[in-house]
């Protein structure tokens, strides 16, 4: 089942944790007894079983398979009727504001973050790419930084060492290699900023024709990543960005992020283009869309 994420925040997976498991039992026990009082905001208690539950009937009734809450199924022919009553109620119950399901799994709620992420609008993304002279080669290479992280949400370390062969000019297909925890992942990039990159590839074998990079300095080495920070800095300064100390390479994969939360509205796909090892670390854009929201409610 598929349950929108509470306001709470940033999810962490109860499944290898016992003393959160507990807890979950725990409240599983209380929402049966007030349900068994008659609650409209709680589960029914209607499948057979005619008392609440206690944590030690919930332990010895359920399996977290997966993740998952299941029946646990044993022989006799009551004992079944019972556990499948107390999996099924285990597995449809409200979590409650500490815990919530996502596509059927169980995850403990953690606190909204203080301070969430800058992100540029789009007026603040025009400025800040009209600022490089594309005239001049390092400049140019700048703005083709700026806009693969846009366009695909690289890290900064991802971006600089892309190489030529990363990229299929024709499909678009886009191979991260050895990411954050060296792992791979594969994304697309649109046919504007391919056409781009095709026109850059003319310029790059005349400036440096033996660079292994895709984006190299004039020398053909790989661009430092402090450079472009620094770099990008500059830019959203003489763009006049609002709160430009937060501005940085990052900055612009939080924007990639958030745009294809609002465009797709599903969270596990943003997950697989950041590729995030852990759901709650993406969890943070639901939070910045919400914000959006409520501010726009609140104008009107």
């Given at each position: ?21 507990l807890k979950f039992l725990r409240f599983l026990s209380e ?262 929201l409520e501010t726009a409610l609140k104008g009107l």
């Amino acid at each position: 089942m598929e349950i929108t994420p509470r306001e709470r925040g940033p999810i962490k997976s109860i499944v290898k944790r016992p003393n959160l498991r507990l807890k979950f039992l725990r409240f599983l026990s209380e929402v049966s007894l007030r349900s068994r009082k008659g609650s409209t905001n709680t589960p029914s208690l209607s499948d057979g079983v005619e008392r609440p539950f206690s944590v030690n009937a919930l332990r010895n009734s359920i399996k977290w398979q997966g993740g998952r809450v299941r029946p646990r199924m044993r022989y006799g022919k009551k004992s079944m009727r019972n556990n499948r009553a107390v999996g099924r109620f285990a597995a449809n119950a409200h979590p409650g504001p500490d815990f919530q399901f996502i596509s059927g799994q169980i995850y403990r709620s953690m606190a909204r973050p203080d301070k969430l992420p800058k992100i540029l609008t789009e007026g603040e993304t025009d400025r800040l790419l009209s600022e490089p002279n594309q005239r001049y080669f390092g400049p140019h290479r700048d703005y083709l930084y700026m806009r693969i992280m846009l366009k695909a949400g690289l890290r900064a370390s991802e971006a600089t060492a892309l190489r030529p062969e990363h990229i299929d000019l024709m499909s678009g297909k886009l191979m991260v290699r050895e990411g954050k925890g060296a792992k791979d992942r594969t994304l697309w990039i649109g046919e504007d900023m391919l056409e781009e990159l095709r026109e850059w590839m003319d310029r790059r074998q005349e400036k440096a024709p033996e660079a292994d990079y895709l984006l190299p300095t004039s020398k053909g080495t790989q661009v430092a990543t402090s450079h472009l920070r620094r770099s990008v800095k500059r830019y959203a300064r003489d763009a006049g960005i609002e709160e430009v100390g937060r501005v940085s390479p990052h900055t612009l994969r939080h924007t990639f992020a958030t745009r294809l939360y609002r465009s797709a509205g599903k969270i596990r796909l943003v997950q697989k283009a950041l590729g995030h090892s852990d759901l709650s670390t993406t969890m943070i854009y639901t939070h910045v869309v919400d914000e959006e929201l409520e501010t726009a409610l609140k104008g009107l």
